[in-house]
């Protein structure tokens, strides 16, 4: 397993997720996914709507490069590794290559002005015919549990789902902050994929 060339990450955010969690790289995370109780978990759902069909919805989701999409006041992408080919695309790098079950993201979030954390997720689930995408927690932070995205066509309109369980270990946390800040992020993220499709 190589480990991440931090030179080529533009968030301090990211190193520190993997030296706080004394681990060398995405490689040693673990996912942390529901389970499939639901009543061991709290919940979250939104829905979205993008003026486009939903075969270029979702080709979009799965090829524009994350350097570009996850890119908003709040949310901005350090980088993806491959489990299967032990392989990076960092923010620089032209050949992302699409979405893919075992691919690790980690994400720098600017939560309010000079605080900023980094969080890690896990694509479980590519599914082409459902047109969904299954994401997992990782170990390093605080909370467990997964998220879907999914499409559906509303005529020449596509609807995105997006559902998330998860479970952490404060009682603050989970109930206030954590639904605040999610929120924020996932509509952030896909209001700037509705205005890249549109374009």
Excluded at 25 to 33: A, E, F, W
Excluded at 84 to 106: M, P, S, T
Excluded at 169 to 191: E, G, M, N
Aim: net charge neutral; proline share 3%; glycine share 6%.
């Amino acid at each position: 397993m190589s480990k991440p060339d931090y030179s080529k990450v533009i968030y301090p955010s990211v190193e520190k997720l993997f030296r706080d969690a004394k681990i060398e790289g995405p490689g040693d995370l673990q996912p942390v996914c529901f389970n499939g109780q639901e009543d061991e978990y709290l919940k979250h759902d939104a829905s979205y709507t993008i003026d486009a069909t939903v075969d270029v919805v979702w080709d979009a989701y799965k090829t524009i490069h994350p350097a570009i999409a996850w890119q908003s006041r709040m949310i901005r992408f350090g980088f993806v590794y491959s489990r299967q080919k032990d392989h990076y695309v960092y923010h620089a790098d032209e050949d992302f290559g699409g979405i893919a079950k075992g691919q690790v993201y980690l994400i720098n979030l600017n939560i309010i002005k000079g605080i900023q954390i980094a969080v890690a997720h896990e694509v479980d689930e590519v599914n082409d015919e459902e047109k969904l995408i299954r994401l997992c927690y990782l170990n390093t932070g605080k909370t467990a549990g997964s998220q879907w995205i999914q499409m559906e066509a509303e005529g020449n309109r596509t609807i995105i789902t997006h559902k998330t369980r998860y479970k952490g270990t404060s009682f603050i946390r989970d109930r206030l902050l954590y639904p605040y800040f999610h929120q924020k992020a996932t509509t952030q993220f896909h209001q700037k994929m509705s205005e890249l499709i549109v374009k």
